[in-house]
RNA sequence: GCGCCCUUCGUCUAUCGGUUAGGACGGCAGCCUUUCACGUUGCAGAGACGGGUUCGACUCCCGUAGGGCGCGCCA
């Protein structure tokens, strides 16, 4: 059975879906929204994502506001992790970020206003009261909820010395209906939704009546969230029905599970984003695969994020939660480091190196001359390399001094026979021209001289040349290394005593 | 407990009543090869289950199971 608020929720939102269909002058307003009372999780950032994708791509604004109404757990710290973990994704925001809190004195006003309205009350309830009455109705089996005791009490019954709480006068029959874009029809019974507090004992105001009020006049448009928040849309669809205030568009978007397919927590996939920076990922490639978690455009995989703008859409947004799969995320980070430009992708490890372990050392020694070595060596460097710290783990044999140490593989390759390979190597070498085609005809023809295969020298080369047992070419490294510090190198570790 | 939502290869997904159910990651095998990668070729791999509706269901409806979210003077 509907009841007439019922059916004017469902018209005030086939009006506001019809505007926007028919291109009417409403510009595209959408925000983010996070409390700030953490970092900014690998969920918050797809959610701001996807606002932002979706206000680009309707020519709109995206707003930020800091719903810091919880006086207790906001702290300044995590609003600045927030913004830092914005801006490094990429992700901007129109004006400057609302602080909801600031905003206080205009959400009580609106709390007077239901009151005046008679669509609020005061109620009386302690807070032992109330965990007393949920318990009580835990344990009768019936839903947690208030139980309206003061919705139409007469205020001249109110106890002493109780501060009271403002509570919405919600309706108890009927249904609520949001037309979310995502979601599709949602219907929730009115008779779940209890009489929410609006307004605190202390004069403050609750989320539910902040947002709603903030949303509204900040010109919000388009809601998009977490699905957690859909219940929370339909009382949010309440106020703005009691105001008598049109209802924005809702989107409420699938939230991203760990790899086990449970709640993100901190072990695995509840970071801050500046985790996935000092993972080494890129931000385009991680705006890339979160676009993907919940979002397609048919069989696309990497796309630019101009694209991503072009093609962002609500309707193609899925309706299930995904998981958080790292292995895709460093294939497409992969593929983002071989498609940067070397110069850009040295900027990014020098960025980067700030937040890796032995990179400030590293981000010393690197000079003019370093500079030059590393853009050299970018090409060979950045085709085997998935992040940044990969990046930055084989460009060490540039930093490296002598003598080399050297690691176990390399060891046993210079035990077995490598060292001889490489006293009978070391005259050819220096008899050839110092670029990669003379070095390699060099070696090859050596190696065909003493019947044996090319690899025979290769590997104690790079044993010698880097310490290690893999690296880039081993002519382009001799290259890059220079001659000098090759030969030296090499002399260090042929067995010509 | 109540309400809402979800369910295609291991993972992310395409499909919007008619396909040998496609792609990507991962896996396996081969090729390339001086290492490691890259690249490339191929292989295995999915419609949770049960009922309907229909000439025809992954697709629509109902139920079951499993999972998620919500039910604060948190946001």
């Known amino acids: 059975m509907l009841n007439a608020s019922t059916m004017l929720s469902a018209g005030h939102q086939q009006l506001h879906i019809m505007g926007v269909r028919s291109g009417m002058p409403s510009p595209v307003v959408t925000r983010f929204a996070p409390s700030p009372t953490g970092y900014l999780h690998i969920g918050g950032g797809r959610t701001a994502l996807f606002n932002w994708l979706f206000a680009k791509h309707n020519g709109g604004k995206m707003l930020l506001r800091i719903e810091?109404?919880?006086?207790?757990?906001?702290?300044?710290?995590?609003?600045?992790?927030?913004?830092?973990?914005?801006?490094?994704?990429g992700l901007s925001w129109d004006g400057d970020a609302v602080s909801q809190a600031a905003r206080a004195p205009r959400h009580r006003e609106v709390a007077e206003q239901l009151l005046a309205k008679g669509r609020a009350y005061r109620c009386y309830c302690t807070a032992e009261e109330l965990?007393?009455?949920?318990?009580?109705?835990?344990?009768?089996?019936?839903?947690?909820?208030y139980n309206g005791m003061?919705?139409?009490?007469?205020?001249?019954q109110a106890p002493a010395g109780v501060n009271p709480v403002?509570?919405?006068?919600?309706?108890?029959?009927?249904?609520?209906?949001?037309?979310?874009?995502?979601?599709?029809?949602?219907?929730?019974?009115?008779?779940?939704?209890?009489?929410?507090?609006?307004?605190?004992s202390d004069g403050n105001p609750t989320y539910n009546l902040s947002v709603v009020v903030d949303d509204h006049d900040m010109g919000v448009t388009h809601i998009i969230r977490g699905v957690d928040h859909l219940t929370n849309a339909a009382r949010?669809?309440?106020?703005?029905?009691?105001?008598?205030?049109?209802v924005p568009v809702m989107a409420h978007i699938p939230l991203i599970h760990g790899p086990d397919g449970a709640k993100l927590s901190k072990r695995h996939g509840a970071l801050g984003v500046e985790a996935y920076?000092?993972?080494?990922?890129?931000?385009?490639?991680?705006?890339?695969?979160?676009?993907?978690?919940?979002?397609?455009?048919?069989?696309?995989?990497?796309?630019?994020?101009?694209?991503?703008?072009?093609?962002?859409g609500l309707e193609s947004c899925g309706k299930s939660a995904a998981r958080f799969d790292f292995a895709k995320l460093e294939n497409l980070n992969g593929h983002y480091m071989r498609h940067t430009d070397d110069a850009e992708l040295l900027e990014a490890l020098i960025g980067f190196l700030p937040h890796v372990e032995g990179g400030p050392q590293m981000?010393?020694?690197?000079?003019?001359?370093?500079?030059?070595?590393?853009?050299a060596a970018m090409p060979g460097l950045k085709e085997r390399a998935k992040t940044l710290i990969d990046l930055k783990i084989g460009a060490a044999y540039l930093f490296v001094t002598r003598p080399l140490n050297m690691d176990d593989k390399a060891q046993t390759i210079l035990a077995d026979s490598g060292r001889q390979a490489l006293h009978s190597l070391l005259p050819v070498l220096q008899a050839s021209e110092w670029n990669a085609p003379a070095l390699e005809a060099a070696v090859k023809a050596h190696a065909e001289a003493t019947g044996l295969k090319l690899?025979?020298?290769?590997?104690p080369l790079r044993a010698a040349l880097t310490g290690t047992s893999t690296s880039p070419g081993i002519f382009d490294v001799l290259v890059v290394l220079g001659r000098e510090e090759s030969l030296a190198r090499i002399a260090d570790q042929s067995a010509s005593a």
Do not use: C
């Not at 949010?236 to 049109?246: C, G, P, R, V």
């Not at 919940?294 to 696309?300: K, L, N, Q, R």
């Not at 690899?455 to 590997?459: D, N, T, V, Y």
């Open 363 to 375: 981000l010393k020694a690197i000079d003019a001359s370093m500079r030059a070595k590393l853009i």
């Open 236 to 246: 949010q669809t309440q106020i703005y029905l009691a105001m008598e205030w049109a």
């Open 150 to 156: 003061w919705r139409d009490r007469d205020p001249s």
């Open 455 to 459: 690899g025979k020298f290769a590997q």
């Open 68 to 89: 810091d109404t919880d006086r207790e757990r906001s702290t300044p710290e995590a609003v600045d992790a927030i913004l830092a973990g914005l801006t490094w994704l």
């Open 277 to 312: 920076r000092d993972m080494g990922y890129l931000p385009a490639a991680m705006r890339n695969y979160l676009a993907r978690l919940g979002w397609s455009h048919g069989d696309d995989e990497v796309f630019t994020t101009q694209q991503m703008v072009e093609w962002f």
């Open 131 to 145: 965990d007393e009455m949920r318990s009580l109705a835990q344990a009768e089996g019936r839903p947690p909820r």
């Open 166 to 200: 403002i509570r919405f006068k919600a309706p108890q029959t009927g249904e609520t209906v949001i037309e979310d874009q995502v979601q599709g029809r949602v219907v929730i019974p009115n008779k779940d939704l209890d009489d929410l507090i609006i307004l605190r």
